[in-house]
């Protein structure tokens, strides 16, 4: 099959295309012919040197897929070749999904949402559920409380200020002046221009906060907060303030969760969440698209094309 590797650590342009052998699915698990595959900074991150995930061996990136399932292994009932689904396989461990093919375990993925394509659904599973881990499971946002969102034009942030406002939430995210209009649209209640303005002159009781920024952002964040407020960080543990007393911070690194897949794609459903894919490039133009993304400045989802 064809599929685009990793030769070595280091810059966008170890990204090679090269025929490899395709996988065949063991026990509870399924083959997926990827339709579409998702970018994320997680991916240029490993690929750049391991550090985040810790890896020992030069990594097959890629974790995002949306496509068909070719074949079944042994011990999976509720789903069939043929079957449309999207997800986020083995995640923190090596998944490979820049490739025609990829193996995953079956409870990794869900029936894709029929409203999306395949381009659209490759787009949300890792940011969708790292959003929904973070101000769902952790955050446990309320209706009526009042979420900051930090880059609210982002993968993450775009998703997540969706799901903030589906919670009942009041809204607020910080985003560059030209990305306003696309963040009111998702659903914001206020935006913030972080480049003219501290949000922390500007805002106080709230009672989440979304960072993905981390770093000075992440203490920043912490004026903001009411008693009993929670500060959820994306970056890495080191990221997580020492919080006063009465508030919460706390790390969180997505998981693969087919039941959060599943409130993702009801979600989709009701008409309550829409992923952006601004950037769509084929699987050839890996490299492009992790120069793309290591630049900082896209709106919602880079994806790249493989049928």
Same mark, same amino acid.
């Given at each position: 099959?064809? @599929?685009?590797? !990793?030769?070595?650590?280091?810059?966008?342009?170890? /990204? !090679?295309?090269?025929?490899?052998?395709?996988?065949?699915?063991?026990?509870?698990?399924?083959?997926?012919?990827?339709?579409?595959?998702?970018?994320?900074?997680?991916?240029?991150?490993?690929?750049?040197?391991?550090?985040?995930? =810790?890896?020992?061996?030069?990594?097959?990136?890629?974790?995002?897929?949306?496509?068909?399932?070719? @074949?079944?292994?042994?011990?999976?009932?509720? $789903?069939?070749?043929?079957?449309?689904?999207?997800?986020?396989?083995?995640?923190?461990?090596?998944?490979?999904?820049?490739?025609?093919?990829?193996?995953?375990?079956?409870?990794? /993925?869900?029936?894709?949402?029929?409203?999306?394509?395949?381009?659209?659904?490759?787009?949300?599973?890792?940011?969708? $559920?790292?959003?929904?881990?973070?101000?769902? #499971?952790?955050?446990?946002?309320?209706?009526?409380? &009042? *979420? $900051?969102?930090?880059?609210? %034009?982002? =993968?993450?942030?775009?998703? %997540?200020?969706?799901?903030?406002?589906?919670?009942?939430?009041?809204?607020?995210?910080?985003?560059? %002046? @030209?990305?306003?209009? /696309?963040?009111?649209?998702?659903?914001?209640?206020?935006?913030?221009?972080? &480049?003219?303005?501290?949000?922390?002159?500007?805002?106080?009781?709230?009672?989440? *906060?979304? #960072?993905?920024?981390?770093?000075?952002?992440?203490? &920043?964040? +912490?004026?903001?907060? &009411?008693?009993?407020?929670?500060?959820?960080?994306?970056?890495?543990?080191?990221?997580?303030?020492?919080?006063?007393?009465?508030?919460?911070?706390?790390?969180? +690194?997505?998981?693969?969760?087919?039941?959060?897949?599943?409130? +993702?794609?009801?979600?989709?459903?009701? =008409?309550?969440?829409?992923?952006?894919?601004?950037?769509?490039?084929?699987?050839?133009?890996? @490299?492009?698209?992790?120069?793309?993304?290591?630049? =900082?400045?896209?709106?919602?989802?880079?994806?790249?094309?493989?049928?």
């Amino acid at each position: 099959m064809r @599929a685009v590797v !990793v030769e070595r650590w280091g810059g966008p342009e170890t /990204l !090679v295309e090269r025929d490899v052998e395709r996988p065949e699915p063991g026990l509870n698990e399924v083959l997926v012919r990827v339709h579409a595959v998702g970018v994320n900074p997680v991916d240029w991150k490993t690929r750049a040197s391991g550090a985040l995930i =810790g890896w020992g061996a030069v990594p097959a990136v890629g974790w995002d897929v949306s496509g068909t399932v070719e @074949a079944v292994g042994p011990g999976v009932g509720h $789903l069939r070749p043929g079957d449309e689904v999207f997800g986020m396989p083995l995640f923190p461990r090596q998944a490979g999904g820049y490739a025609e093919y990829v193996v995953s375990p079956a409870r990794h /993925l869900a029936p894709k949402p029929a409203s999306l394509t395949h381009v659209e659904a490759a787009a949300l599973p890792l940011a969708g $559920l790292t959003a929904w881990q973070a101000l769902v #499971d952790a955050a446990d946002v309320r209706p009526g409380e &009042r *979420v $900051l969102v930090h880059a609210a %034009a982002g =993968g993450v942030g775009h998703l %997540a200020v969706q799901i903030a406002r589906a919670r009942g939430a009041y809204v607020v995210g910080t985003a560059s %002046a @030209a990305k306003h209009a /696309l963040v009111r649209e998702l659903g914001a209640d206020e935006v913030i221009d972080y &480049r003219e303005v501290r949000f922390e002159d500007v805002l106080q009781d709230v009672d989440v *906060v979304l #960072d993905g920024i981390g770093g000075e952002t992440a203490e &920043r964040s +912490l004026k903001v907060l &009411r008693p009993g407020g929670r500060l959820i960080t994306l970056p890495g543990p080191d990221d997580v303030p020492a919080a006063p007393e009465g508030v919460r911070a706390a790390w969180v +690194l997505v998981e693969p969760d087919h039941l959060g897949l599943r409130e +993702l794609a009801a979600l989709v459903e009701r =008409g309550e969440l829409r992923p952006v894919a601004d950037t769509v490039l084929p699987l050839a133009e890996a @490299a492009k698209a992790h120069a793309i993304g290591e630049e =900082g400045r896209t709106t919602g989802k880079i994806v790249l094309t493989v049928v």
